[in-house]
């Protein structure tokens, strides 16, 4: 789904949740959960249909045996099989007279209203998802039939049929980020970013193993990690398991929605019994292959008695107020969390943390130095602002791997992306796809791992070649198709594209605003059509040199695949070198800064230029007040 997509879509959802709150008496609170789960029940029937139709393709029919699709057939599949009264386009044609349709609910009674309908809709879907049953909302009988029907029918968009990656969780967000106040208030929880969880993803690789997220939220985790795994030709419920911990029900909930709409299983816990300061809910300690979190930041008033009978502190509490009992700030009881949680000698475990924690002092740089000291501190990325939806909060991920190779033991990986991101509007940045892999070819290069790396060259050729057979252009597809370096190309193109700028100016200076009216007038574009079709041609090229510059910011750093330390970028530091820097782990401490170029441009000359510019600016200054002074004196005469 592309950004613009997503953005009128959460648009739509807004104010579909509005007309809601304007025409029933419920609270935010109440009203958010059913809103939801109509978005859920919309999402479920779009993977519904995808997956049918990848089973329509794998097993045709013959006019003499037709193939019957089974519930079996979607759970290969990983996605939920939604009986006829469960389909999403089923319930939206039950208009007028409802009970005309003769539908029954599971209990075999007449279903007499549309909020019946979808009762009984999520009702049926709970009976066919084991982690969803009691999680889905069924209280749509206390909206009158118009309202819910307008409902469905703002919920019923094409582009919640795009099925790929959290988008249920993006929607989840931008709800919380609209219900701040009442609903999104728990101890920060913030839904983690699309791009910062593949980070964590790509650079733990899993495949098989028991994945933990002790502060799960939507579940954005599993999810990515199901896409991951699948992409590497493996069947995610076969060889993953998956656990999560959400003190919040309400988030919880979210989650099971979310990874049932994704056809994953897992073994979700919420309440006092998941506050994972308190409980080791699932039994984990020491079990896990890999931990994903992003847990809350800075959380205080935390039991340090209770905290400490409840284990998984291998390094001890951080620091606690004696008079009160407390811990001042968690973070590092959740850094302890996640490295305890992982099995010796194998696992591994991604998380985001504020950026305060990679120089904290007292007993968390204590603990971070035992972490730096036990070797099994993997890798540590500083990220810049704006990556959060609701907030603007600068963040680090840190990476453990308890099986580090012996040349690596020593060594840490620090990477400083602040300056390295995509700016989607003014509040938002991210890492484009391209990024992503640019970050993790740093990744797989400090691991010894080029196969990897020369992979991911030969897909951007593969990119520039497949861009090569979209183009009519020659001359394009003659610099897509070269040897020549990645930044003459880019430079190439970019003058390909302003040519293509002034073409389209041109014709659409000629073009008429409006189509002629006169039968024997000739058929020619209008203004709108010509704009519309250059500017597909511009936008393509805009994609074309997006990838060729991530393809350039890549090969001029590492080339065909040997690490080198990159100033203010990348930097692999050892234990002395960490020592010596008091145990902190920020990386711009590090990397430093990347070396200014030299422009060419004499610096004292340019001065002089400009201090005779100001000179001029000022006289022309002057000489314009003493005109309009002197029209003034003629004015009072």
């Given at each position: 789904?592309?950004?613009?997509?997503?953005?009128?879509?959460?648009?739509?959802?807004?104010?579909?949740?509005?007309?809601?709150?304007?025409?029933?008496?419920?609270?935010?609170?109440?009203?958010?959960?059913?809103?939801?789960?109509?978005?859920?029940?919309?999402?479920?029937?779009?993977?519904?249909?995808?997956?049918?139709?990848?089973?329509?393709?794998?097993?045709?029919?013959?006019?003499?045996?037709?193939?019957?699709?089974?519930?079996?057939?979607?759970?290969?599949?990983?996605?939920?099989?939604?009986?006829?009264?469960?389909?999403?386009?089923?319930?939206?044609?039950?208009?007028?007279?409802?009970?005309?349709?003769?539908?029954?609910?599971?209990?075999?009674?007449?279903?007499?209203?549309?909020?019946?309908?979808?009762?009984?809709?999520?009702?049926?879907?709970?009976?066919?998802?084991?982690?969803?049953?009691?999680?889905?909302?069924?209280?749509?009988?206390?909206?009158?039939?118009?309202?819910?029907?307008?409902?469905?029918?703002?919920?019923?968009?094409?582009?919640?049929?795009?099925?790929?990656?959290?988008?249920?969780?993006?929607?989840?967000?931008?709800?919380?980020?609209?219900?701040?106040?009442?609903?999104?208030?728990?101890?920060?929880?913030?839904?983690?970013?699309?791009?910062?969880?593949?980070?964590?993803?790509?650079?733990?690789?899993?495949?098989?193993?028991?994945?933990?997220?002790?502060?799960?939220?939507?579940?954005?985790?599993?999810?990515?990690?199901?896409?991951?795994?699948?992409?590497?030709?493996?069947?995610?419920?076969?060889?993953?398991?998956?656990?999560?911990?959400?003190?919040?029900?309400?988030?919880?909930?979210?989650?099971?929605?979310?990874?049932?709409?994704?056809?994953?299983?897992?073994?979700?816990?919420?309440?006092?019994?998941a506050n994972t300061f308190y409980h080791d809910a699932h039994n984990l300690d020491g079990k896990c292959d890999y931990v994903m979190a992003n847990p809350p930041f800075n959380v205080d008033k935390v039991n340090s008695e209770t905290a400490s009978a409840a284990g998984r502190l291998p390094f001890g509490l951080p620091g606690v107020n004696k008079k009160t009992k407390e811990v001042g700030n968690a973070n590092y009881?959740?850094?302890?969390?996640?490295?305890?949680?992982?099995?010796?000698?194998?696992?591994?475990?991604?998380?985001?943390?504020?950026?305060?924690?990679?120089?904290?002092?007292?007993?968390?740089?204590?603990?971070?130095?035992?972490?730096?000291?036990?070797?099994?501190?993997?890798?540590?990325?500083?990220?810049?602002?704006?990556?959060?939806?609701?907030?603007?909060?600068?963040c680090t991920l840190w990476f453990f791997d308890k099986g580090k190779k012996d040349g690596l033991k020593d060594k840490v990986l620090f990477i400083d992306a602040r300056n390295y991101f995509t700016v989607i509007d003014r509040k938002t940045n991210e890492w484009s796809d391209w990024q992503l892999k640019n970050l993790n070819a740093i990744v797989w290069l400090y691991r010894g791992e080029t196969k990897k790396y020369a992979a991911l060259l030969q897909e951007y050729k593969n990119a520039f070649q497949d861009f090569a057979t979209e183009t009519e252009d020659e001359n394009v597809k003659q610099i897509l198709l070269s040897t020549e370096k990645f930044s003459e190309m880019v430079a190439r193109l970019r003058e390909a594209q302003e040519g293509y700028r002034?073409?389209?100016?041109?014709?659409?200076?000629?073009?008429?605003?409006?189509?002629?009216?006169?039968?024997?007038?000739?058929?020619?574009?209008?203004?709108?059509?010509?704009?519309?079709?250059?500017?597909?041609?511009?936008?393509?090229?805009?994609?074309?040199?997006?990838?060729?510059?991530?393809?350039?910011?890549?090969?001029?750093?590492?080339?065909?695949?040997?690490?080198?330390?990159?100033?203010?970028?990348?930097?692999?530091?050892?234990?002395?070198?960490?020592?010596?820097?008091?145990?902190?782990?920020?990386?711009?401490?590090?990397?430093?800064?990347?070396?200014?170029?030299?422009?060419?441009?004499?610096?004292?000359?340019?001065?002089?230029?400009?201090?005779?510019?100001?000179?001029?600016?000022?006289?022309?200054?002057?000489?314009?007040?003493?005109?309009?002074?002197?029209?003034?004196?003629?004015?009072?005469?």
């Open positions: 789904m592309d950004k613009n997509a997503i953005k009128k879509l959460e648009a739509e959802l807004w104010d579909a949740a509005d007309s809601l709150r304007a025409e029933s008496k419920l609270t935010s609170a109440q009203y958010c959960m059913p809103v939801l789960g109509l978005i859920f029940l919309r999402y479920a029937y779009g993977r519904y249909k995808l997956v049918k139709t990848q089973i329509e393709k794998e097993h045709p029919s013959r006019p003499d045996r037709p193939y019957i699709i089974t519930e079996k057939n979607f759970k290969s599949k990983s996605a939920i099989f939604l009986d006829e009264e469960a389909q999403y386009d089923n319930l939206l044609n039950l208009s007028g007279d409802v009970s005309s349709h003769n539908w029954k609910n599971t209990e075999g009674r007449p279903i007499t209203s549309l909020g019946m309908a979808v009762n009984n809709a999520m009702t049926l879907i709970e009976n066919r998802s084991e982690s969803l049953q009691g999680v889905l909302p069924k209280n749509y009988t206390d909206f009158s039939d118009s309202l819910l029907s307008s409902l469905m029918m703002n919920f019923n968009n094409e582009a919640l049929d795009d099925v790929g990656g959290d988008v249920l969780g993006r929607i989840y967000e931008y709800f919380l980020g609209k219900f701040a106040k009442s609903v999104a208030s728990d101890d920060g929880v913030f839904f983690t970013p699309k791009s910062l969880v593949k980070m964590i993803v790509n650079v733990l690789e899993p495949k098989s193993g028991v994945l933990l997220d002790p502060a799960c939220g939507s579940g954005g985790m599993f999810v990515q990690t199901g896409d991951f795994v699948n992409r590497e030709g493996y069947s995610v419920n076969e060889t993953m398991t998956f656990y999560g911990q959400e003190k919040a029900e309400f988030n919880a909930k979210i989650c099971a929605m979310n990874m049932a709409v994704h056809g994953l299983g897992g073994n979700i816990k919420s309440g006092n019994e009881l959740w850094i302890s969390y996640f490295y305890s949680y992982l099995k010796e000698n194998k696992g591994r475990a991604g998380f985001v943390m504020a950026s305060s924690a990679t120089d904290s002092q007292n007993r968390d740089k204590e603990i971070r130095q035992q972490l730096v000291e036990s070797g099994d501190v993997d890798a540590i990325v500083s990220v810049a602002n704006n990556f959060f939806y609701t907030v603007s909060l600068p002034a073409s389209a100016k041109k014709e659409m200076a000629a073009a008429p605003e409006r189509k002629s009216k006169k039968k024997d007038a000739p058929q020619v574009k209008t203004k709108k059509e010509v704009e519309a079709a250059w500017n597909k041609k511009i936008n393509w090229f805009d994609e074309v040199i997006e990838t060729t510059m991530q393809a350039n910011w890549l090969y001029e750093k590492f080339g065909e695949g040997v690490y080198a330390d990159v100033p203010g970028l990348c930097k692999i530091a050892d234990r002395n070198e960490i020592a010596e820097k008091n145990y902190s782990l920020t990386p711009g401490a590090y990397v430093g800064v990347t070396p200014e170029e030299d422009d060419g441009v004499d610096f004292s000359a340019r001065m002089k230029e400009i201090h005779a510019e100001l000179q001029n600016l000022q006289k022309e200054s002057d000489a314009l007040m003493d005109k309009i002074l002197e029209n003034f004196k003629e004015l009072n005469l």
